[in-house]
């Protein structure tokens, strides 16, 4: 009778310690599936930022580009315009004379 009552008790027991293993390993799935998706959003957000910040840096240098372009071409055109020669060559309605002096000045600046 013994045995019959000691296999009984090592049959729940083996069942109620199966139960637990089961519970367990649901439970440590559970916390990694959460973390590794609290992982994931955060890092997308800290992408999207970086991404974003780099973008602005980008047009900032573009626009500093552009008007260092601007400033240049600004200036070469002073320059072609406050020249005698060609002055002179539009007054006198000399198209070639004013292309070549406006490509001389353009490659001389």
Known sequence: MKTKNAKTKSN????LS???????????????IITATVSLVSMNSLIKEIAKEQAIASVNV??????????TFEISAKTIALDQT???????????????QML???LLY
């Open 12 to 15: 729940t027991f083996n069942g």
């Open 18 to 32: 199966r139960k637990i293993m089961k519970i367990i390993g649901i439970c440590v799935a559970t916390a990694v």
């Open 62 to 71: 573009m626009r500093e580009e552009l008007d260092n372009i601007s400033k």
């Open 86 to 100: 060609v002055i002179d060559a539009i007054s006198n309605k000399n198209s070639s004379k004013i292309e070549v």
């Open 104 to 106: 001389l000045k353009v």
